[in-house]
């Protein structure tokens, strides 16, 4: 079924005007046009699966944030879709709370009134038609109503074994195929699939329901906005961008440490591991974290002893082009780590000749840029400085911009960010199912490898992680940054 929401497009969104791109240098261009928001033109949103985590403490927050910040249009509407005997104003009481707990924005109650209007609620597990039929009449009366047009997002907030089932009893029941005018689009969750076979079966099977521009799969750091930052740091700078290759970068390092264990989720968590869950072969061992005694993976509630799943990978990639040819690129990302950060770390190269005594430079360190998406969004910039005195010593220093002090609106959450280019149909920030079958043919060999050669290991709570992974770095003569 064909996505026809270019052809609507005027109907469906307010926009600033088309600006032609030699225009955006202009500094003499009317400034209002890159103030306008973009806002979402008349549609609706559902949830399957909303009674989870994913769904109470990031989507339902999200739309909030959105209506809050007039992102939505008046008669947009909500639906949830779960296993919960539960009626409208039940569904609407939870949202409440959720909203109440975790939106980013204050709470204002001629919002929320407004929001709850188009709330509806539909009871029943995924291979109930009688629901399905309920969700088709949900939406006809919103599109009554609500004025929604016809325009719904479904978004699928289950585990992926279920990603079929909702997709073919959508297109079972119509839900799929939009009213002439219209649109109707699938938002995914990652993991997408546990391999390459079973990422293609998926992409088949979805395909089979909806147009791949009409598939949204959601990569949440990909709506980070310093993760957007990255293409203004690098384009928008002089200063950057020339040294932005494999002439000047030593190597590049990306971390993603959470100091949490798998609290709840050891029923998707097990068997899906840390290299499949984010990007191996360890399991958290008992220890201390945050002053607290924790236990192992393996002793956490729901996790067979004798599982082997991993929860800390790192792995050592290159990119075979001109720019990047023989700069490794190291990732890394576990539970029970030192502490939650994100962050990226773009390492260069020492300079090829120093002038200074190497008395002077011995606890100087390699020119870096640090890119933190997570807790605290901002970039840091480390360099050799002089301490003061009548010697020369050169020691590292670093400027440090963080978002929280340099602009007065606070980042949105990525998820405000995606949901609302969804209901646009911008897909800019989305994986297409050619990058998402790339990544397991990455992936899948080091799976491979593991699973025929890998030994059990495990690394303290609370520890950067286990000692094969600084050996991982010390064979190249480099070593893991401590963030």
Do not use: C
């Amino acid at each position: 079924m064909t996505d026809n929401a270019p052809a609507a497009q005027a109907s469906e969104e307010v926009r600033v005007p088309v600006i032609p791109a030699a225009d955006w240098a202009n500094p003499l261009r009317d400034a209002r046009d890159r103030r306008l928001p973009r806002i979402a033109g008349p549609s609706g949103l559902v949830i399957f699966g909303v009674t989870g985590d994913l769904s109470r403490k990031k989507l339902m927050p999200a739309v909030y944030d959105l209506a809050n910040r007039g992102l939505l249009p008046p008669g947009f509407s909500l639906v949830g879709f779960a296993r919960r005997e539960w009626e409208d104003q039940d569904f609407a009481q939870v949202v409440h709370d959720s909203v109440r707990e975790h939106a980013r924005t204050p709470f204002r109650e001629e919002v929320w009134q407004q929001l709850a209007e188009g709330m509806r609620f539909i009871p029943g597990d995924f291979d109930d038609d009688t629901a399905f039929k309920q969700l088709k009449d949900a939406v006809e009366e919103l599109d009554a109503s609500r004025g929604t047009g016809g325009n719904f997002a479904f978004y699928l907030s289950v585990p992926p074994k279920f990603f079929p089932k909702v997709v073919q009893q959508l297109k079972k029941h119509g839900l799929a195929n939009p009213p002439e005018g219209s649109w109707r689009r699938a938002v995914i969750e990652k993991p997408f699939g546990h391999d390459l076979a079973s990422a293609r079966e998926l992409n088949a099977i979805v395909h089979e329901v909806f147009e791949p521009d009409q598939v949204f799969r959601i990569d949440h750091y990909l709506g980070k906005e310093t993760v957007q930052n990255i293409l203004a740091l690098r384009f928008a700078n002089q200063m950057y961008e020339p040294i932005w290759n494999r002439s000047y970068v030593d190597h590049v390092q990306i971390t993603m440490a959470e100091d949490i264990g798998i609290g709840g989720r050891a029923g998707y968590y097990d068997g899906i591991g840390a290299a499949r869950d984010v990007i191996q072969n360890h399991q958290y061992a008992a220890g201390w974290q945050g002053g607290e005694k924790v236990v192992g993976y393996l002793q956490e509630d729901g996790i067979d002893p004798k599982s082997k799943t991993d929860t800390f990978a790192a792995i050592k990639l290159g990119i075979d082009n001109r720019r990047w040819a023989g700069v490794p690129f190291y990732l890394r990302t576990g539970k029970r780590l030192g502490r939650r950060v994100t962050e990226i770390a773009v390492v260069f190269k020492r300079a090829p000749h120093s002038p200074f005594d190497s008395t002077a430079t011995e606890e100087l360190g390699q020119n870096a840029i640090v890119i933190r998406v997570q807790p605290d969004e901002g970039m840091t910039v480390r360099f050799g400085s002089k301490v003061p005195g009548t010697s020369m010593e050169i020691r590292d220093v670093s400027m440090d911009f963080a978002y929280g002090e340099s602009f007065t609106e606070s980042s949105p959450e990525a998820y405000e960010r995606l949901i609302l280019d969804v209901l646009l149909g911008d897909a800019n920030l989305f994986p297409r199912h050619q990058e998402v079958e790339e990544s397991w043919k990455i992936l899948d060999p080091i799976e491979e490898y593991w699973a025929a050669h890998g030994r059990p290991a495990q690394y303290a709570s609370g520890s950067w992680g286990p000692r094969e992974a600084d050996e991982m770095l010390a064979r190249d003569g480099r070593s893991w940054r401590r963030p």
